[in-house]
Every structure is written in structure tokens, then in C-alpha cells.
């Protein structure tokens, strides 16, 4: 494809694209945060830090010790009241990664492939999603990128230290944004060897050297990241809590708090997450061990089932592509492709193995995939007769794969609803409450409760962002109480001893639950106990009650 022909058919539509998909991206970013994890850890905590006047140990908070480099960029705005312009932050690392992606390209081939794989990767559906909510997953994926193109530039300054060491800074900050860059950390430290290794003609001078380079990689990555390690070492004994606390625990704590690599995602005891998408999910073995193929073709967002989250098959499709050029003579771009591909696998495979499968869990390998689908359809380009008509069917098709996108983007705007709030239409509280019917409560508890005051809230879900007060979250600590009660009285002042001197409760689910966990005198001596204590406030199924008997 000649590059005249290319800008004149396709150029024009991606630039505009990429203006409409970021004017599109902010309008969605502009409403309050109402997704899970913004309430329950990346708003919360920095939260709580603001309040604090510092960093500080929130043992009932799981998340707490997970490490926080956005979240310390969140904490700005939040400082001046604003908790929007953290989505923008996070969108700020997509716009990032799409630079990098395209300066990739212009160095190797030309920047109008490199226009086109920025688009694409700012329009795949995952990608359009973590752009309007506060989570850190741009921020790993944009880090984890910087470091394997910096790696890159390594081998092609002919093993610069500089450029080594500055991937290894990159890699240090995606440790410390995600607990899920130590798999990045992981596989980048194998390919510093592999490359140096596929690059040195004196095998064992190669070796004895590319272990040197490697330790260096190591070292400075660990060293970025040890801020985090070195906070969680002092008040846990484990440098990466809660991850492996039975084997790396230094000394006996009494956190409690479970341990794994990818997520905390909560599976029934003793059950492994294989075991959950056969039992609950009824599926067969094969469609397990087809996972890292279906997640780019099944995605669905909010559906666990189907990875909570969508790709595009062209990500899988088009980087087969990438290595079918015969006779091709650049040794650097081909092992470009092999290191992407690489990396790729190995970090979907580890996913996979690791934990249920969600897509963002996998963020890292999608520039890399992105930039193997733009090498493919060049080559696919490649195999078809120079020529005009050639040239219009390739461009259309590299529009046709942007556009397919177009309306997953639309739906976005049918479920966030911005204009509804940026009209006025709707207010801050009543737009919350689409999303989150317990607000109402939580407002109500900020509004009169004392600061001091701490509340037990069953079946919220965690999410603790809009409350004012200590909440804590503990299912079990109110379970136990009642099995060591026999009276009213025993229940409020065992609640009392944990320092509880509230509740916020969501009726329907607390039913369930009681129905499955207590005997019928045990439920009947917790109808008593909710009849007896100080009713307060209840609305769209949440009730607010003072752990004090009512007169």
C-alpha cells in the first residue's frame, strides 16, 4: 500500500475518530463514580488518607496494603473536592499508551500505521470502559508498555545500560501501581535474557553478561518498587501482602486477611477457580481450557461468566498474520514480533492459571497485541497487487475494524446516562441511587451520626467511598455474635466490644442470608434484636439503626 494512497483513504477518518471517541470518553467520564472497585479501594483510601493527614495502616481494609501510585495522583482532586478528575487521570494513561503505540510505529515503519494502531487501541471495548471509570489498569498497562519498548530500544542501541535502566524504572512503577505487574516484573525478566542471549554470538560471554544485565533490570525495579514493600514489611512482616502471608509472613500478625495474586475475588472454601466455572458456570473441560481463546470472542461486561469485561477478535486473528511474510531479512523487527507475542502468551497463560479470568487482568498484552495486529494487516496488505482499487479495499478494512467498535461506544452512553447529569436533569445523590440504592442511607448516616461514630454495614458490598464514618464490613463478626448471645443485651454489647455503635443493613439480602446461616431461635432472637434497638432511618431497602435499646 503506497503511504499517499493510505492518508488519502483512511488517515482522515482515524484523526477524527480519535477527537470524537476522547470528546465521547470525557462526556462519560464526567459523572460521579459509581463503579465497584472506585468505591471499595481507589477513592477510598486516598480518601481516608486526605482525612488522616497521611499515610496510615487501615487493617479492615484488605486493599490498604496493596501498592498505590495512582491512587496518589487521586488524591490532588480529591484534596480540592473533585472526584471526577481521577477518571480523567486514569483515561490519561490510555491517551499515553496510544502515543507510545504510535511513535512505535513511526520509527519502524511510518506514523500512518502508527495513527491507525492508536485508534485501534483506544477503540477496543475494554479499553473504551476503564477510560471512564477510576481504576489503575491503564496506569499498569501504559507502564508495563513504556518498559518492553524501552527494552526495545535497549537491544537496538546495542545494550545502552540507559535505556535498560529506565525500563526497569517503568517496570518499578507498574509494580507498584498493580499487584498483577509482578507478572509483568516476571516475564520481562526472562525476555532482558532472552534477548541479549539471541543477540550475542559468544554463548558463554552471552550468558555470564545477560545475568549481569538482568540483575540490573531486577534490582532497579524492586528498588522503585520498595516503598510499598518496605510499608508492608513494617506493619504486616509480608512485603507484598496479603499476597503468599503463610510463606512470606516474617513475623505473626493478626490481620487475617486471605492471599492471591490476581484479585481478591471470594470463591466458596476450598474451591479453585476451575472448579467454579465448572460447577457454577456448567462449563465442560474443553471450554475451559479454551479460555484464553474465548475471552476474545465471549466478553460481556459485568458477567464474571464471560470475563467481565470485552476484546475484539481481531487481536487474536490478525497477530497469526505478523510472522507470514516469507523471505523477510529485518532480524529486529522480526524479534520485535517475537518478543510481543512472548510476552503475550506468557501473561494471558499466567492469568489463567492464576485466578478466574477477568479482561483487564490481561491489559498489559493488549498493546502488544495491538501492535502484532497492525504488523498483520500491513502484511496483509503486502499480499494483494499494488494498485488503487488495493488500496481502498485495505483502507476500508482498517476502518471497518475501528468502526465495529462504534457501537459498543454507544451503548456506553445508554447505561452511564452522562447528559442526564450534566443537564441537571438529574441531581449528584439521585444519580448515584441508579447504581447504588444505599446512598440514600449513607446520607442520611453522614448527616447526623457524630464523627466518631463507627457502623457495621451488612451486604453493602464494601463500598464505602460516600460514607462519612468508619464503616466495617464483616458478615461473620455479627454471625458470631449472635451464636455467643442469648439476650438482646448480649447482642448489643458484644457489638459494642468491637467498637460498633451503628448498622446499615440491606434488608432483602440479609434475609437470605439469615434464612441459610441461623436456626429458627437464632432468627428469632435477631427479629427481636432489630425490633428492640433504635430504629433510624430506611429507604429503597436499607435501614440505619443505634445499637441501643429504643425507649
Not at 494502531?117 to 507502564?143: E, M, N, Q, R
Not at 469485561?309 to 486473528?317: A, D, E, K, R, V
Amino acid at each position: 500500500m503506497e503511504k499517499a494512497s493510505f492518508r488519502k483513504y483512511s488517515i482522515l477518518f482515524f484523526v477524527l475518530t480519535g477527537f470524537i471517541l476522547t470528546a465521547c470518553l470525557i462526556l462519560l467520564g464526567s459523572v460521579p463514580p459509581v463503579s465497584r472497585d472506585a468505591l471499595t479501594h481507589h477513592l477510598i483510601i486516598p480518601k481516608l488518607y486526605l482525612n488522616h493527614g497521611g499515610i496510615f495502616e487501615i487493617p479492615y481494609i484488605e486493599f490498604s496494603y496493596y501498592p498505590m501510585n495512582l491512587e496518589l495522583l487521586y488524591m490532588i482532586p480529591l484534596y480540592f473536592g473533585n472526584d471526577i478528575i481521577p477518571k480523567y487521570i486514569h483515561f490519561s494513561f490510555a491517551i499515553f499508551t496510544a502515543i507510545l503505540i504510535y511513535f512505535y510505529f513511526k520509527d519502524k515503519i511510518n506514523g500512518d500505521w502508527g495513527i491507525f494502531g492508536a485508534i485501534f487501541f483506544l477503540t477496543i471495548p475494554v479499553i473504551i470502559k476503564l477510560s471512564t471509570i477510576v481504576y489503575v489498569d491503564l496506569g499498569l498497562i501504559f507502564f508495563s508498555t513504556a518498559s518492553i519498548l524501552q527494552i526495545i530500544k535497549w537491544r537496538d542501541n546495542n545494550f545502552l545500560l540507559r535505556n535498560l535502566i529506565y525500563a526497569a524504572i517503568l517496570c518499578g512503577f507498574a509494580l507498584g501501581t498493580k499487584y498483577n505487574g509482578l507478572i509483568v516484573f516476571f516475564i520481562l525478566s526472562v525476555l532482558v535474557v532472552w534477548i541479549y542471549s539471541k543477540s550475542n554470538s559468544s554463548v558463554a560471554k552471552s550468558q555470564l553478561t545477560a545475568l549481569k544485565y538482568v540483575i540490573v533490570f531486577m534490582a532497579m525495579s524492586l528498588l522503585v518498587f520498595s516503598p510499598w514493600l518496605i510499608k508492608n514489611f513494617i506493619w504486616t512482616g509480608n512485603p507484598i501482602y496479603p499476597l503468599y502471608n503463610g510463606l512470606l509472613n516474617f513475623y505473626s500478625n493478626s490481620h487475617g486477611l486471605g492471599a492471591g495474586l490476581v484479585s481478591a475475588t471470594e470463591l466458596p472454601e476450598g474451591w479453585g477457580h476451575f472448579a467454579v466455572r465448572k460447577i457454577i458456570y456448567g462449563e465442560k473441560w474443553w471450554e475451559i481450557v479454551l479460555i484464553p481463546i474465548r475471552i476474545f470472542f465471549q466478553g460481556a461486561d459485568n458477567n464474571p461468566k464471560y470475563f467481565d469485561g470485552m476484546l475484539t477478535p481481531f487481536l487474536f486473528i490478525l497477530p497469526f498474520f505478523a510472522f507470514s511474510k516469507k523471505q523477510e531479512t529485518d532480524q529486529k523487527s522480526i524479534s520485535d514480533r517475537n518478543m510481543f507475542l512472548m510476552f503475550s502468551v506468557l501473561l494471558i497463560v499466567i492469568v489463567f492459571l492464576k485466578q478466574d479470568m477477568r479482561i483487564r487482568w490481561i491489559g498489559p498484552a493488549i498493546p502488544c497485541l495491538v501492535i502484532l495486529s497492525v504488523y498483520g494487516l500491513k502484511n496483509i496488505s503486502g499480499f494483494f497487487p499494488a494498485g488503487k482499487l488495493w488500496d481502498i479495499v485495505c483502507g476500508l478494512i482498517c476502518i471497518g475494524i475501528i468502526a465495529v467498535n462504534i457501537p459498543y461506544l454507544a451503548g456506553q452512553f445508554d447505561s452511564v446516562k452522562p447528559l442526564d447529569y450534566l443537564s441537571g436533569r438529574v441531581g449528584r445523590m439521585d444519580y448515584i441511587k441508579r447504581y447504588w440504592p444505599e446512598i440514600s442511607t449513607i446520607d442520611q448516616a453522614n448527616g447526623i451520626l457524630k464523627e466518631d461514630h463507627v457502623i457495621l454495614a451488612l451486604f453493602l458490598g464494601n463500598r464505602r467511598y460516600y460514607s462519612n464514618h468508619k464503616m466495617i464490613f464483616d458478615n461473620e463478626m455479627f454471625k458470631k455474635t449472635i451464636k455467643h448471645s442469648k439476650e438482646i443485651e448480649d447482642i448489643i454489647d458484644g457489638l459494642k466490644q468491637k467498637g460498633i455503635t451503628h448498622m446499615i443493613v440491606n434488608y432483602e439480602m440479609f434475609n437470605q442470608w439469615a434464612e441459610k446461616q441461623f436456626p429458627d431461635k437464632e432468627r428469632s432472637l435477631i427479629k427481636i434484636f432489630f425490633n428492640k434497638i433504635k430504629f433510624i432511618y430506611a429507604k429503597d431497602g436499607f435501614g440505619l439503626y443505634e445499637l441501643s435499646l429504643s425507649e
